[in-house]
């Protein structure tokens, strides 16, 4: 069985701009959540996708927005970049919207020029 | 929503002596509580679980405890080895329709051989 993948491991980008980021979630999981760890603090909840279609949202702007794919795969997006946004993204997999372990991928580290 | 707090933010010990963390949380329908292993640079790896029908749970030299009058549950490490050197983070998962995760901000291990 896959495990979680995420891609770009690593970017740069600059004040306003878009970024997006993707994620493929382990063999057999429906439900796909995001999470924001800025340096020095514990995962953030986003939001979580759950057969395609947003499951429940944290306390993020719409600039956060996000999509899931037939296949479970998942992407992040968020526009008008800010400072603040340098983090950590990790994509969590689970089965029927996570009652029980989230499966991390290594993450995607973005930082905001 | 649910808010988890963490204790103590770094704990130093010497390898053979055994590592407590305490972890409160705020919503008493919180049903889920992990523990979280994260390496520099690494994702988050699942420790330990506990769920809410149950007070204790051990694996080998690790276990958990939950006190769900007190809202309060915590990580016992015994016979500490300088590779338990680690950042760890509680989290509480409050099932409202959607699973979420809410994480402390995490305790810096370190175990000196």
């Known amino acids: 069985e896959t495990g979680v993948t995420q891609s770009p491991t690593h970017l740069i980008k600059t004040r306003g701009q878009q970024v997006t980021l993707r994620c493929s979630s382990q063999s057999g999981h429906n439900t796909v959540s995001w999470y924001q760890q800025a340096l020095g603090q514990g995962p953030q909840f986003i939001f979580q996708y759950y057969r395609e279609e947003e499951n429940g949202r944290g306390n993020f702007p719409p600039r956060f927005s996000g999509l899931q794919f037939p296949n479970y795969s998942s992407e992040l997006n968020v526009n008008a970049l800010e400072l603040d946004d340098s983090a950590l993204y990790l994509c969590?997999?689970?089965?029927?919207?996570?009652?029980?372990?989230?499966?991390f991928g290594e993450g995607s580290r973005l930082t905001v020029l | 929503g649910e808010n988890v707090e963490q204790h103590p933010s770094t704990l130093s010990v010497q390898e053979g002596d055994s590592a407590v963390i305490k972890c409160t949380y705020s919503d008493s329908a919180s049903n889920y509580f992990p523990w979280y292993k994260q390496e520099l640079g690494k994702r988050p790896q699942l420790i330990i679980d506990?769920?809410?029908?149950?007070g204790e749970k051990k694996d080998q030299r690790i276990a958990v405890t939950l006190n769900k009058t007190a809202k309060h549950f915590s990580l016992h490490i015994t016979e500490t080895q300088p590779e338990d050197s680690a950042v760890y983070f509680c989290a509480a998962l409050l099932n409202s329709g959607y699973s979420t995760l809410t994480f402390g901000k995490g305790t810096m291990l370190l175990v000196s051989p």
């Open positions: 969590a997999s689970s089965f029927d919207r996570g009652i029980g372990e989230l499966f």
């Open positions: 506990i769920r809410s029908n149950v």
